[in-house]
């Protein structure tokens, strides 16, 4: 089982309509999380953060589920703006070497006119 | 102030031979960490350094090596290259070697190798 899985899409959706992805985590200590947002041929970009009581940032909701190992990213309203690959990244920092930062596969979402 | 900075931006190499990729974090940020990216992948992570010692190190062979120098920044080194070894190189940069909340890593805008 990977570390952090993620659907990989593709989502596409019409501008306007709401979406969601979902991430689930293998290790249960894990300390923190992340959402990034990856355009084509560019470098990943931070999101936003995820706490456990869940955050709001404009049109986007992030929320953290311990008890089942999942993290969801919301978006509401999209744009065509929005059309990139979201990456959930899981903080391990303090465990094993190889396992410090993780990041999943990512899903990719296409917003269309 | 300058963001993370990689160089060079892209690089053609032949099977076998050696290449090493630079960073430069930002001012202040003491971590580098180096991710290889391969189309249709999230990053994964190589190495990471904080305050110059090896802070962590990913299922990557031996032919990959890397060095954070005085001023912080690093270089990725690898050996023997292979067609396989063909990616998006990213450094991230931090204040400290984990990632906080709301900073998290900030990504250079990464190597592009090919190998052939």
């Known amino acids: 089982r990977k570390e952090v899985e993620q659907d990989p899409g593709p989502f596409n959706v019409p501008e306007g309509a709401t979406v969601a992805f979902n991430c689930t985590y293998s290790?249960?200590?894990?300390?923190?999380f992340f959402w990034y947002r990856q355009d084509c041929r560019k470098e990943p970009k931070l999101l936003m953060s995820?706490?456990?009581s869940g955050n709001e940032d404009g049109r986007f909701t992030a929320q953290l589920n311990r008890a089942s190992q999942y993290i969801s990213l919301l978006i509401r309203d999209s744009k065509l703006s929005d059309s990139a690959t979201y990456l959930c990244v899981v903080n391990n920092w303090g465990y094993s070497s190889a396992s410090k930062i993780i990041f999943g596969s990512g899903t990719r979402l296409s917003i269309r006119p | 102030d300058a963001g993370v900075t990689q160089s060079p931006t892209h690089l053609i190499k032949t099977r076998g031979q050696h290449v090493t990729l630079r960073c430069s974090p930002i001012s202040g940020h003491k971590s580098v960490s180096w991710y290889q990216q391969v189309l249709g992948q999230g990053p994964q992570f190589i190495f990471q350094?904080?305050?110059?010692?090896?802070?962590g190190r990913g299922n990557f062979p031996d032919r990959f090596s890397a060095r954070q120098f005085p001023n912080y920044s690093s270089e990725l080194n690898v050996n023997a290259l292979l067609l396989g070894d063909s990616a998006l190189y990213l450094c991230?940069?931090?204040?400290?070697?984990?990632?906080?909340?709301?900073?998290?890593?900030?990504f250079g805008s990464g190597t592009r190798l090919t190998v052939v």
């Open positions: 995820v706490y456990s």
């Open positions: 991230a940069s931090s204040l400290s070697g984990e990632p906080l909340p709301n900073y998290g890593y900030t």
């Open positions: 290790n249960s200590a894990s300390q923190s």
């Open positions: 350094y904080y305050e110059k010692e090896e802070r």
